[in-house]
């Protein structure tokens, strides 16, 4: 299964300011997920970064607010702009695994804003 | 739109009891579902399950998928404490291949 080096593991930031998360992986993949666990939550998509076009965004996300790049098969970032402490949580990046293995997660951003 | 219920949403038990989490599913366009055991931040793979009546195992968990009642089960036998954890159910859809998370469960083991 892939192996996701997910950057920053934590921060803590102001709100009006933006945070940008980074998501290497160890082999090219096409499709790439990033999710947002608020505290007390379960997952929820925010989109699918696919190289070479735009992010696809779920329902009740925007690229304004969640601005995504994908510059290559093993590179995405996730910005979070103008913070308020609503966006206080667990970030993720994910990768569809091969076979029957299932998908592999980035070790997650937890981000508080203050 | 698509719902994923996962019941109970809380379980406290003794160590060495057997637990049984359930997960129903309502997708458009269900391709597998998946269950992943979350502690910290990062969500650990569990199983994948495609097909219907076939039980997979791993040590003391076990799983089984009914693709004809939108169900899945995930058993976990002589519970340990470091079993406690979120365990999560995620169907994957077909296409956009994306997953779409059950609210968890939230087991605690006694010791």
């Known amino acids: 299964s892939a192996v996701i080096s997910q950057k920053p593991s934590r921060d803590i930031c102001q709100r009006g300011t933006s945070l940008t998360i980074q998501c290497q992986v160890d082999s090219q993949v096409t499709m790439m997920f990033w999710y947002r666990q608020q505290p007390g939550q379960s997952l929820t998509l925010i989109a699918t970064a696919n190289q070479g076009s735009e992010a696809t965004y779920e329902s009740g996300f925007v690229i304004d607010k969640f601005p995504i790049s994908r510059p290559n098969l093993t590179f995405s970032t996730l910005t979070v702009s103008n913070m308020s402490p609503e966006d206080s949580s667990i970030y993720l990046c994910s990768v569809a695994g091969q076979d029957n293995y299932g998908y592999t997660f980035g070790s997650g951003t937890r981000l508080t804003v203050v | 739109e698509d719902k994923v219920v996962q019941s109970p949403l809380s379980l406290v038990v003794h160590e060495g009891d057997t637990v049984t989490l359930n997960c129903s599913y309502e997708?458009?366009?269900?391709?597998?579902l998946l269950w992943y055991k979350q502690e910290k931040k990062a969500p650990t793979f569990l199983f994948m399950l495609t097909s219907s009546g076939i039980e997979k195992k791993s040590g003391r968990l076990s799983s089984i998928l009914d693709k004809k009642e939108l169900f899945s089960i995930l058993n976990i036998t002589a519970t340990q404490t470091g079993d406690s954890a979120i365990y999560l159910c995620?169907?994957?859809?077909?296409?956009?291949?994306?997953?779409?998370f059950g609210q968890g469960t939230r087991l605690t083991i006694n010791p």
């Open positions: 995620a169907p994957i859809i077909q296409g956009a291949q994306k997953l779409v």
């Open positions: 997708v458009t366009n269900f391709r597998s």
